[in-house]
């Protein structure tokens, strides 16, 4: 019998027309890609979606935080209401502008969604002081590491993530939006 490089037995070679060919049975790169959006969409199997699958399918992540007054919440206990998420820098005065933007959102009439913004700097300090300084009443959260705006994508400050009422990424915002545009009046 032929051996191979490493010394084991050979495979019989195939034509390399017959290579790219699945085997018969086997599921196909669309077939696979449907059941995992259908996975999605009923909600079985979402702990072993990549973060990019994740993203692709809307499906917002199941995050915990502490935020400066000590409170403790998990993201999954919001299903049934729209959140906000904020991803900002106390260097940014984009950053300072949509904070300002979503305290007027957060006051405002109407039901509005939980707001909190994820400080990704390394001074706590700046995160009282912005908080003082802008009158702030939402939850804020040190996120000094910046390990949950990495699981959501943010490569710019400030980003602003509306998740939906069933759990899903609805809208992700780079920059500060306009006034008129709030959640409320889509």
Request: hydrophobic residues 35%; proline residues 5%.
């Amino acid at each position: 019998m032929p051996r191979n490089a490493v010394g084991g037995p050979s495979q019989p070679r195939q034509p390399i027309h017959t290579l790219a060919r699945r085997r018969k049975g086997e599921p196909g790169r669309r077939q696979r890609r449907l059941e995992l959006r259908l996975r999605a969409l009923l909600g079985f199997g979402q702990d072993h979606l990549t973060a990019r699958q994740r993203m692709d399918f809307g499906i917002a992540f199941d995050i915990s935080f502490k935020t400066d007054a000590g409170e403790e919440y998990v993201l999954h206990r919001f299903v049934g209401r729209e959140v906000l998420l904020n991803f900002w820098q106390s260097w940014s005065a984009p950053c300072l502008a949509e904070l300002s933007r979503l305290q007027r959102l957060h006051e405002g009439r109407g039901k509005a969604p939980f707001i909190v913004a994820f400080h990704g700097g390394n001074n706590r300090d700046a995160l009282k002081e912005i908080r003082k300084r802008l009158g702030l009443t939402f939850p804020l959260v040190q996120d000094s590491q910046q390990q949950i705006a990495q699981q959501f994508g943010v490569r710019s400050w400030p980003t602003t993530v509306l998740i939906g009422v069933d759990g899903r990424t609805e809208q992700i915002q780079f920059g500060v939006a306009h006034e008129h545009a709030t959640p409320s009046s889509r």
